[in-house]
């Protein structure tokens, strides 16, 4: 059975103390164990950050901008080479559809690509203040980062991190989630097997728990820590680094609400609706979760979506046929479905979404399914649900479509559904959200920069400005006239 080891200074092992411990990894549309991970502890951190504090010490990858670019380029290829069978590992152990996987290893391939080519324009500048006295602005590696991690893209997200904080010269421990780790392990091996990168530059560590989480957050040896995941998650994280003073990079939940207006062209809306909303099962930060439509085209617009996500084909990864997966286990597929309970007995349910049966059964699958909210303190529109339930809302005017797109604490993403451009672009530059999409949704780029406004974080992840979090400036003033 494959099995996830851990990644320290160069060498896979299991354990570096005590014995050695094996955690399951569950297909969840099966419910069958499909792989293992060996379970990391304090000791296993420990080793990896001295690992990765040794290599930025003591080699030269931080002063060799040529030699990182290359070692990213070449990462990039062999992760293509790779992707038929990463792709395959990521839907045995994700629940995602096959096409969604290989999507989302060729999003890393461009990522590692483009920062490699950014790895060779790290410039600072020079000014002379007065006459014969220089200030140059150096741009340097930050130190060692920790990358901390989940499950619902396993590629993507390492990379969007990883490659950046390469490009800097950086090096890095790695946190993956323990469901994913095979993944992770193999996209790692495509630069491991580098000799040209010192022992140490990247180390992995698999945990089930978050004993390793709180060792790196309270390390003094990681300067920077970036962070995918929930807001509470990242909001412990802020407090606890806070006594080192870390930087911190911290993509978190969202809620994203797609705004439709009577004049978008209605059919090409519910598909955007149903691709956008149902994409990982609804399991994307980004997803949209919330769909607000005008009043002059609402009940016409809820029963086109509620007919389009009735058809949706809920079933394998790895079935051509299927048109959406699987959650993550059946703790969530049960909680949705809860959730779903609850909103019969509140809400107006526009759509239920089941727990099929059959050979499905026996799986984390349950159907889309779509509710109307008024209320906007309801925790259908407070609360991130992460799954394949979407709820409508009504507005009037534009004011009201920008107060009800607002009136959450998240602000990751959001998108505006309208033929008028000009209307387009001043709702989004109302709407306080990161990242805001016309006429489409979860439209991502290596080259362009997200990020979160309020309870979805702060730093920015992709594009120019996914380097900072791990550069620093530093000032060196000399003089040429003594």
């Given amino acids: 059975m494959q099995t996830a080891k851990q990644l320290i200074d160069g060498q896979w092992v299991s354990h570096v103390a005590g014995a050695e411990r094996l955690g399951n990894a569950i297909n969840p549309a099966t419910g069958e164990v499909a792989a ?132 800097a010269g950086c090096t890095v421990v790695i946190k993956p989630a323990c469901q994913t780790a095979v993944v992770n392990n193999m996209v790692l091996e495509c630069m491991s097997s580098d000799a040209r990168v010192p022992a140490g530059v990247i180390n992995s560590v698999t945990e089930s728990g978050a004993e390793v989480s709180r060792f790196l957050c309270d390390s003094p040896d990681i300067d920077v820590i970036s962070f995918t995941g929930s807001s509470a998650v990242g909001k412990l994280i802020a407090e606890t680094t806070a006594t080192t003073l870390k930087r911190l990079s911290l993509e978190l939940g969202g809620k994203a609400p797609a705004v439709v207006f009577a004049d978008a ?90 727990v099929p049966g059959g050979a499905l059964a026996k799986g984390a699958f349950i159907e889309p399914s779509l509710i109307e909210v008024d209320d906007l303190q309801s925790d259908f529109i407070q609360k991130e649900l992460f799954g394949p339930l979407l709820v409508m809302e009504r507005f009037t005017t534009e004011d009201e479509a920008v107060m009800r797109a607002n009136a959450t604490r998240f602000g990751l993403a959001a998108s505006v559904w309208s033929s008028d451009m000009k209307k387009s672009r001043r709702i989004a530059a109302a709407l306080r959200s990161g990242t805001v999409w016309s006429n489409s949704h979860n439209r991502l780029f290596a080259e362009a920069e997200t990020g979160g406004f309020r309870d979805s974080g702060y730093g920015r992840l992709h594009g120019a400005e996914g380097l900072n979090d791990f550069l620093q400036t530093k000032h060196f003033y000399f003089e040429t006239n003594t």
């Fill in 36 to 167: 293992q991970f060996c379970e990391g502890t304090a000791a296993e951190a420990e080793a990896a950050v001295a690992s990765a504090l040794r290599a930025f010490e003591n080699t030269d990858w931080k002063r060799s901008p040529r030699l990182r670019a290359q070692v990213l380029l070449d990462f990039a290829d062999k992760l293509d080479a790779r992707k038929e069978e990463i792709a395959d590992w990521l839907v045995t152990l994700n629940g995602k559809l096959r096409r969604e996987a290989l999507g989302e290893i060729g999003a890393g391939i461009s990522e590692l690509r483009y920062y490699a080519g950014l790895a060779r324009n790290l410039f600072g500048r020079v000014l002379e203040v007065e006459p014969g006295c220089y200030s140059s602005l150096d741009r340097e590696a930050a130190g060692v980062c920790a990358i901390i991690l989940p499950w619902n893209a396993p590629v993507t997200l390492l990379v969007r991190s990883l490659a950046p904080a390469l490009a």
């Fill in 265 to 354: 062209d209605m059919d090409k809306t519910v598909a955007g609706m149903v691709a956008g909303g149902m994409v990982m099962a609804g399991q994307q930060c980004t997803a949209i979760t919330r769909v607000l439509v005008e009043d002059a085209a609402y009940d016409k617009f809820a029963l086109k979506l509620t007919a389009a996500l009735k058809a949706v084909k809920v079933g394998p990864g790895n079935d051509p046929a299927s048109q959406m997966g699987c959650l993550i286990d059946v703790r969530n597929r049960d909680r949705i479905n809860g959730l779903m309970d609850t909103a019969a007995a509140t809400q107006r349910v526009l759509l239920r979404g089941n």
